[in-house]
Each structure stands twice: as C-alpha cells, then as structure tokens.
C-alpha cells in the first residue's frame, strides 16, 4: 500500500492576488487532492493507523471529509458507510456513490449525521472517522505546512497564513504545521461565513458555544461547535489567530473571481478565506494594526471542496442575489 494517500500539492505564485494585497501571495492547491480537498491527509492518515484491520469505516460528513474516507477505504479494500445530512447537495451524494460508498441521508445538519455515524460505529463494529475533532487528523493537515516550507526553501517563511474554519480540524493542522517548522509567531487569519461562525462566536464568548443552526450557505463550514482544541489555540499567547467574517454573498463573489482569475472552481467553504484577499479585509487589518505589514508572502490554503458544479453555483447565485 502506498506510504500515504494525499499528494504533495502545487504552491502557486497568484499575480493577481499579490496585485490586490501589495505582497507576494501564495497558493497551497489543496483542491488537487485526489478527493477534490486537503481532508484526504488527515484522513487518510487516520486511516493507516486505526482501519488497517477494520471491518469498515464509517464517517458523518456534509461533504468533503466523506469524500476522503470513501477514496481512502476503497484504496484499502475496506467499506465505507457515509452518513451525510439532508442538506448535502445531490451531486455529493452521487460522487460519494462513485468512490464505491454507501450513503445514508440522516438529520437536518451534520451534528444528526454525526450522531448516527457513532451509533453505527458502535452497534455494527465499524471504524468511526471523525471529520475534523482527533490528533490524528490534525498530524495528517499538518503536512501541507512541511511541504510549504520545502517548497519556499530555507530563510523564506510567510508574512501570514489564510485559512478557512468550520469545525476547526483545518486550522488545528496549521497550526500543528507551524509548530513543527519553527514558524508558530506566523499569524493566521481564520476565515468563516456569517451564519456557520462557530469559531468567531467562540472566540467573542471566550469559550466553546453552539450555534443554534447553520444559515449559511457554506454547508462545509457547518458546524455547530467548533473543536475545544481550535479554541484553546485561540486562547494561548504564542499564537496570533485573528477570527474573521465574511456574508455568504461575499464568499461567493470569491468563488467566482477566483474561477475567473486562477481557472480553479472551489466551494463557498474556501471562498471564505479567499474573500479576505477579495474583499480587502487583509489590508484593513492591516491598517487596524491587527496584522503587521507582510514581511514575507502571504499563505493562503485553498481547501478545495467537491459539492460544488457549475449547476450548484448557479444555484448559490440565485438563492443568495434574492
């Protein structure tokens, strides 16, 4: 079996995004990953540890760390059940039916299909895959930073890093990421849309909430609560994490300029975090003095995402222009 199942993914130099923020901007193409998101080293990784003898996984997920356990399992010849809550677009559903899985719709939100998938995990013996809340998942997203730092070469390391939070399994990696190569005074803008905030609502609380429901669009981002590990980062010194906001409106506008500029088509999830180049939040931060002039380039993790189409984005555009 190969030693791992993620690729080592391009690092791209954007002109037009460094045009917009007046430093060098780069881009880590997660969305090259064999299951369309960077879920697939978490997972994966994951995977190789606790499913090798595994009768089967199971895993809730509205979208793209289902994805990666259906790939991953069906790399490893085990089966995958999926559970994936009502409000997952058809086209997920289809895809995860593609990679071999079996798919149960269960519940309104991912908090229901969670529910499910652990009853499953216990009554039938499966192998539960936790979307973005284990150490293992946060080992596996960290090696998106090794490879940044490989790929910059020695004495170049980032001015900031932009990444997009739903349940804060992303962020956790980063950070982890950091850690391990000596860069944790990098700070990190995290990313979420209005309505699917769990992170900044946390972080304005000064401790875990839960949001009453998900009303963004950006299903991917949605979770309720995001994990207490996200949070405790957030509390600690050594880290700089500024939480930001962006409407559904706004992270679809980036969507689409990035569709345009760059030719890559990613889900409103991701758009999230673009938006703050878009929107020019990077540099109103910048002249808040919430985040100091980009000493070096400016990191921006393109998740990627697999529930959005052409068909999907045409949808997101109607239902968010009324």
């Keep these: 079996m190969a030693e791992h199942f993620h690729l080592n993914t391009p690092l791209l130099e954007s002109v037009s995004m460094?045009?917009?923020?007046?430093a060098t901007v780069y881009l880590k193409m997660e969305n090259s990953q064999p299951?369309?998101?960077?879920?697939?080293?978490?997972?994966?990784?994951?995977?190789?540890?606790l499913a090798t003898q595994s009768k089967g996984v199971v895993?809730?997920?509205?979208?793209?760390?289902?994805?990666?356990a259906a790939y991953v399992a069906r790399k490893m010849g085990v089966p995958a059940t999926i559970i994936v809550p009502s409000s997952s677009p058809q086209l997920?559903?289809?895809?995860?039916?593609?990679?071999?899985?079996?798919?149960?719709?269960?519940?309104?939100?991912?908090?229901?299909?969670n529910a499910e998938a652990l009853r499953?995990?216990?009554?039938?013996?499966?192998?539960?895959?936790?979307?973005?809340?284990?150490p293992l998942l946060w080992q596996g997203h960290a090696t998106m930073i090794t490879e940044v730092a490989a790929s910059l070469g020695p004495g170049v390391k980032p001015g900031a890093v932009l990444v997009s939070v739903g349940g804060g399994g992303l962020l956790c990696g980063v950070i982890q990421g950091l850690k391990d190569t000596g860069w944790s005074d990098v700070p990190i803008i995290a990313m979420e849309t209005v309505g699917a905030d769990c992170f900044n609502a946390a972080v304005k609380a000064g401790k875990v909430v839960t949001l009453d429901d998900i009303t963004s669009e950006a299903k991917c981002l949605g979770a309720k609560t995001v994990c207490t590990k996200a949070f405790e980062y957030s509390q600690r010194s050594e880290f700089t994490i500024i939480s930001e906001i962006v409407t559904d409106q706004e992270a679809l506008q980036a969507v689409e300029t990035f569709l345009d500029?760059?030719?890559?088509?990613?889900?409103?999830?991701?758009?999230?975090?673009?938006?703050?180049?878009?929107?020019?939040?990077?540099?109103?931060?910048?002249?808040?003095?919430?985040?100091?002039?980009?000493l070096g380039p400016l990191l921006v993790i393109v998740c990627?995402?697999?529930?959005?189409?052409?068909?999907?984005?045409a949808t997101l555009k109607h239902k968010l222009q009324t």
């Design 59 to 68: 895993c809730s997920s509205g979208g793209n760390a289902g994805m990666a």
């Design 261 to 294: 500029e760059e030719r890559v088509l990613v889900e409103m999830a991701c758009g999230a975090a673009l938006a703050a180049v878009y929107t020019g939040l990077i540099r109103r931060l910048q002249e808040e003095g919430r985040l100091p002039s980009l």
């Design 120 to 134: 499953l995990a216990e009554t039938e013996g499966l192998t539960y895959v936790p979307p973005f809340d284990h």
């Design 18 to 22: 460094s045009k917009r923020v007046g």
């Design 35 to 49: 299951s369309g998101s960077f879920k697939i080293r978490g997972i994966g990784h994951l995977c190789q540890q």
């Design 304 to 313: 990627g995402g697999s529930s959005v189409d052409m068909k999907q984005l």
């Design 92 to 113: 997920v559903v289809q895809r995860l039916q593609d990679e071999g899985a079996t798919v149960k719709i269960v519940g309104k939100v991912w908090d229901d299909a």
